[in-house]
C-alpha cells in the first residue's frame, strides 16, 4: 500500500513540469512588471495515474496543487528578472506531501532570451528507475537559450541536468540532456511554430537502468490578443538500455512514447485568469509492463497581484 500511495505523485510532477515549460509565466510577468507574486491553484485528474500495462484495470487519482512566484526586476523596464517560487501538492485521501522549491535568472531581450533555473524537490515519485517506485530528492538545472537571427527566425538551446537521491542507494542515478530548436516568429504573436529534438540520458548506481533517450517534437504557440495565450505539442520519445547481460531485465528494452498537449490560459476578471491543461500518452515497451495509455487534465486559476 506505501508504494502505491507514493506512486501517486509522478504523473502529476511531470504535468507539473510541462505546463511550466509550455507556459513560462516567470517570462510574461518579466515583461509586465517590475516586481510581483502570482499563486496558481489547480486540480487535476489523471484517469491511468499508476501507468497500468492495458491488460489491467487502471486507477483515476485526483490531486490539488498550490505554487506561488515571486519576481524582481533591479531595473523597472529593463530585461533582467530574478524569480524565486515553490509549491506542494496534495492526493485525495492522502497525506504525503511531495514539495518543490526553485530560482530563475531571465534575461529577455528583442535579440536574445535566456532562463536558468536551479532548483530541490523532496519526495517526488520516480517510476523508471528499479521494478517499483520510490521517492526521490532531486536537484535540477535547466538552462534555455534563443538567439533572433534574420527571416523572423530564433534558434534555441536547451540544457538539462538532474541528480536523483533515492532511501535505497542503488537507484542513485543522474540525467543530461542537450538539445536544440527552430522557432518562426514571422506570422506574429497568433502563431509560432517550433520543432526540435533533446538528446540524453541517464547513468545510474544499478547499470541496468542507463538509458539513452531522444526526443523530437513539434510545437505552435498562440497569443492572439492580450492575457490569452494557447500552445499545442506533439512529442515522440525513444529510448534505448545499454545494459549487455542478458540476464538483466531491461536487457534489450526499448521504449516509445507518443505525447500530445494542450495548454490554454484565458483572463477571468484581473487579476485572475482561468487555465487548462491536457495530456496524453500512448507508451510502447518491449518490457510489457511498461506498455499504458494515460490522460490527464488540470484546470486551475491564477492571480497576480
Not at 513560462?24 to 499508476?50: C, H, L, R, W, Y
Not at 513539434?218 to 534505448?240: C, D, N, Q
Not at 528494452?253 to 482561468?274: G, H, I, Y
Request: glycine share 10%.
Amino acid at each position: 500500500m506505501m508504494a502505491r500511495s507514493l506512486a501517486r505523485w509522478t504523473v502529476w510532477a511531470t504535468a507539473v513540469t510541462m505546463v511550466g515549460a509550455l507556459c513560462s509565466p516567470e517570462t510574461a510577468m518579466a515583461q509586465q512588471q517590475s516586481v510581483g507574486v502570482e499563486v496558481k491553484v489547480q486540480g487535476s485528474i489523471n484517469d491511468n495515474f499508476f501507468q497500468s500495462p492495458d491488460d489491467d484495470a487502471p486507477t483515476e487519482v485526483r490531486a490539488l496543487r498550490v505554487e506561488a512566484r515571486a519576481l524582481f526586476k533591479p531595473v523597472a523596464r529593463g530585461a533582467v528578472t530574478f524569480v524565486l517560487g515553490g509549491g506542494g501538492t496534495g492526493y485525495e485521501g492522502d497525506t504525503l506531501t511531495a514539495t518543490s522549491i526553485f530560482g530563475s535568472f531571465v534575461v529577455n531581450s528583442r535579440a536574445h532570451d535566456l532562463t536558468a533555473t536551479v532548483g530541490r524537490e523532496q519526495d517526488r515519485l520516480i517510476f523508471d528507475v528499479g521494478d517499483g517506485v520510490g521517492t526521490a530528492d532531486i536537484l535540477f538545472v535547466v538552462a534555455d537559450y534563443g538567439v533572433r537571427v534574420p527571416g523572423g527566425f530564433e534558434l534555441k538551446a536547451r540544457l538539462t541536468l538532474q541528480s536523483q537521491s533515492f532511501e535505497t542507494p542503488e537507484h542513485d542515478n543522474t540525467l543530461i540532456g542537450v538539445g536544440s530548436a527552430l522557432r518562426f516568429h514571422g506570422f506574429g504573436r497568433s502563431f509560432s511554430p517550433e520543432i526540435g529534438v533533446l538528446f540524453g540520458g541517464r547513468s545510474a548506481t544499478d547499470r541496468g537502468d542507463d538509458h539513452d533517450q531522444t526526443d523530437y517534437y513539434v510545437k505552435v504557440r498562440s497569443a492572439p490578443t492580450a492575457g490569452i495565450y494557447m500552445s499545442f505539442r506533439y512529442r515522440h520519445r525513444l529510448r534505448e538500455y545499454s545494459i549487455t547481460d542478458s540476464l538483466d531485465r531491461n536487457f534489450g528494452r526499448e521504449d516509445s512514447r507518443d505525447q500530445f498537449t494542450a495548454l490554454a490560459v484565458f483572463p477571468a476578471n484581473k487579476p485572475l485568469a482561468a487555465t487548462a491543461y491536457f495530456a496524453r500518452q500512448d507508451a510502447t515497451s518491449t518490457l510489457p509492463t511498461r506498455t499504458f495509455e494515460t490522460t490527464v487534465l488540470t484546470l486551475g486559476l491564477r492571480v497576480r497581484f
